[in-house]
Nanobody, 119 residues
Framework: QVQLVESGGGLVQAGGSLRLSCAASGSIFSINNMGWYRRAPGKQRELVARITSGGSTNYADSVKGRFTISRGNAKNTVYLQMNSLKPEDTAVYYC?????????????WGQGTQVIVSS
């Protein structure tokens, strides 16, 4: 059983910072891409940032220069450092992993963590 567990969301004023964490656990053979998506109220889920096993990253245009994605030394964790937060960053943030487990390769999602940015 594979699980992605997120932490680090919360309420912050505009201009502030938050750091999201996500840890993958279970019968995992390898992890390819990990990333963060978000769903704002009334909007579709969108990619925020992604990092490959080789360390390549890509970001949504709206967060470039403000957010930084990174992976932990154990490679089963991913972080999202969010700086200069804006009210439009308010959303539920979901961790995603493309990985190979005992059941084969599949996409896995965390339960989501709420980020609220007040103006």
């Amino acid at each position: 059983q594979v699980q992605l567990v997120e932490s680090g969301g919360g309420l912050v004023q505009a201009g502030g910072s938050l750091r999201l964490s996500c840890a993958a656990s279970g019968s995992i053979f390898s992890i390819n891409n990990m990333g963060w998506y978000r769903r704002a109220p009334g909007k579709q889920r969108e990619l925020v940032a992604r990092i490959t096993s080789g360390g390549s990253t890509n970001y949504a245009d709206s967060v470039k220069g403000r957010f930084t994605i990174s992976r932990g030394n154990a490679k089963n964790t991913v972080y999202l450092q969010m700086n200069s937060l804006k009210p439009e960053d308010t959303a539920v943030y979901y961790c995603h992993a493309d990985l190979v487990a005992t059941t084969g390769r599949a996409d896995y999602w965390g339960q989501g963590t709420q980020v609220i940015v007040s103006s």
